[in-house]
């Protein structure tokens, strides 16, 4: 029975394959970012999860009393707290501040409820969304920070950010002026140079701050997916309970430690656009 299971079912690989599929417009297997192609999976626990964050900081503001703050409130006074002690040491102007703190919270709350859904069982979502689509074959990804083009499409908007508070704080011919003439001089011969490198700047610091995300999340959901084969491969071997117990230990103590990683990569992205928005601020 073991034998002809293991024959009938799908492979380590294909599991693997099958949980890092998107459900996108394609319709086809595309594990890779593809122009053109819009992966559902991501659009939606992006967006609703993002609706969901501004719902609890909503819920939180209208909650606040002078009193005695129950946990909600005092948990979120204290990330309110921390966020704008950040921004104030790095972003000096209080006018940009008023936009820029309220932001960094957003995103800090919104990444973390978006790595959170790592935590969630690996065939948790999937096997709900082919039970209702009635195809056991439907792709399904739920963790929106594991995608590369979420992570790249946040790094873009703090990209264009940094664009629009250059301009503001400079005006158009400053901002201009120090694109040819920063980091090595104003002299004539010196501009290519000095533009060249402002643009690799500008690509390095997106390109880096999106990566970083959805590196250290992928790898995490990896992780995961090994660990259930772990758990799926108990009753086709016969050190069996041996895989049972490791799959709920491994699970565990991997969960645990994730939970770190989850806090670590939203504040992290969080502390990159305050850093960046700060750097705009700034002349050379």
């Known amino acids: 029975m073991a034998t002809e299971h293991a024959a009938n079912g799908p492979s380590p690989g294909d599991y693997i394959v099958h949980h890092l599929t998107h459900f996108n417009s394609s319709g086809q297997k595309q594990t890779e970012i593809i122009a053109g192609v819009v992966n559902?999976?991501?659009?939606?626990?992006?967006?609703?999860?993002?609706?969901?964050?501004?719902?609890?900081?909503?819920?939180a503001a209208r909650k606040a009393t002078s009193g005695v703050p129950g946990r909600f409130q005092s948990s979120v006074e204290i990330l309110v707290e921390m966020v704008a002690d950040q921004a104030k040491g790095i972003i000096h102007s209080a006018e940009s501040r008023r936009f820029v703190a309220p932001l960094a919270l957003t995103v800090f709350v919104w990444i973390f409820l978006m790595n959170a859904m790592d935590l969630l069982p690996v065939d948790l979502l999937p096997t709900i969304w082919q039970t209702a689509t009635h195809d056991s074959h439907a792709f399904m990804r739920v963790v929106p920070t594991a995608d590369l083009s979420a992570t790249l499409g946040m790094s873009v908007g703090v990209l264009l950010?940094?664009?629009?508070?250059?301009?503001?704080?400079?005006?158009?011919?400053g901002w201009a002026h120090e694109l040819f003439t920063a980091p090595f001089g104003a002299h004539p011969l010196l501009w290519p140079v000095n533009f060249a490198m402002q643009i690799i700047e500008f690509l390095s610091k997106t390109l880096s701050h999106g990566m970083r995300l959805f590196g250290n999340m992928y790898a995490g959901e990896l992780v995961f997916m090994l660990i259930a084969l772990m758990g799926g491969a108990w009753a086709m071997s016969t050190t069996g309970?041996?895989?049972?117990?490791?799959?709920?230990?491994?699970?565990?103590?991997?969960?645990?430690?994730?939970?770190?990683?989850?806090?670590l990569q939203a504040f992290i992205f969080m502390m990159l656009t305050l850093v960046y928005i700060g750097q705009a601020h700034e002349s050379h």
């Open 241 to 263: 309970i041996l895989l049972a117990i490791g799959h709920v230990v491994a699970g565990t103590i991997w969960a645990i430690f994730h939970i770190l990683i989850i806090l």
């Open 40 to 59: 559902y999976d991501t659009l939606f626990y992006s967006v609703t999860l993002g609706v969901l964050a501004v719902f609890l900081l909503w819920l």
């Open 161 to 173: 950010l940094c664009l629009y508070y250059n301009i503001k704080i400079k005006g158009l011919s």
